[in-house]
Nanobody
């Protein structure tokens, strides 16, 4: 069974930093695109960042560009989202998603809460 488990969320002050981790298991290869999404209550889920299977290409939402960095360590089957200069509007549940290249199937983690507040 494919499983994605996010961790690293929590409460942080504005201007602070957090690093989220997404540990993947159950994949037979590392050929999957990894993405981070976030969703606040009453709002649609939005794409935050994505990274290709080899880690050579990344994409970011305009709202986080320059502040967030997505990366992956395929040897550890883990993706990361480094978040700097956090703002209250970054408060949301952050989800990790893996899309298998060969099938196009998506797999989602359970989410981790990030709260930016004084």
């Amino acid at each position: 069974q494919v499983r994605l488990v996010e961790s690293g969320g929590g409460l942080v002050q504005p201007g602070g930093s957090l690093r989220l981790s997404c540990a993947a298991s159950g994949f037979t290869s590392s050929r999957y695109v990894m993405s981070w999404y976030r969703q606040a209550p009453g709002k649609e889920r939005e794409l935050v960042a994505s990274i290709t299977s080899g880690g050579s290409m990344t994409n970011y939402a305009d709202s986080v560009k320059g502040r967030f960095t997505i990366s992956r360590d395929n040897a550890k089957n883990t993706a990361y989202l480094k978040m700097n200069s956090l703002k209250p509007e970054d408060t949301a549940v952050y989800y990790c998603k893996a899309r298998l290249v060969v099938t196009g199937n998506d797999y989602w983690g359970q989410g981790t809460q990030v709260t930016v507040s004084s």
